[in-house]
Nanobody
């Protein structure tokens, strides 16, 4: 059984930083995408970043480009999202997801592509 578990959310002041972690287990292939998504109250879930397990290629939504960094540790079956220069509009529930099909470019931010999802972790940016 595949499991995806996020951690690291919390309350942070504007301009601050947080690092989210995503632990996966039970997925037997070495080829997959890890995506980070977020959903603010009253809004649709949006893809913000993704990374390929095979070559480490990354992609970012414009809303987080230059502020967020996605990374992976294949040996630990883990991925991370370093979030810097946080803004109030970054407040949302953040989700990690695993896609069993490799993709590239903005296609990796499509929510419907992903097979396995975590339960989400709340990130609140407020003074």
């Amino acid at each position: 059984q595949v499991q995806v578990v996020e951690s690291g959310g919390g309350l942070v002041q504007p301009g601050g930083s947080l690092r989210l972690s995503c632990a996966t287990s039970g997925f037997t292939s070495n080829y997959y995408m890890i995506g980070w998504f977020r959903q603010a109250p009253g809004k649709e879930r949006e893809g913000i970043s993704c990374i390929s397990s095979s070559d480490g290629r990354t992609y970012y939504a414009d809303s987080v480009k230059g502020r967020f960094t996605i990374s992976r540790d294949n040996a630990k079956n883990a991925a991370y999202l370093q979030m810097n220069s946080l803004k109030a509009e970054d407040t949302a529930v953040y989700y990690c997801a695993l896609d069993s099909v490799l993709s590239s470019g903005s296609t990796c931010l499509r929510t419907w592509s992903y097979d396995y999802w975590g339960q989400g972790t709340q990130v609140t940016v407020s003074s």
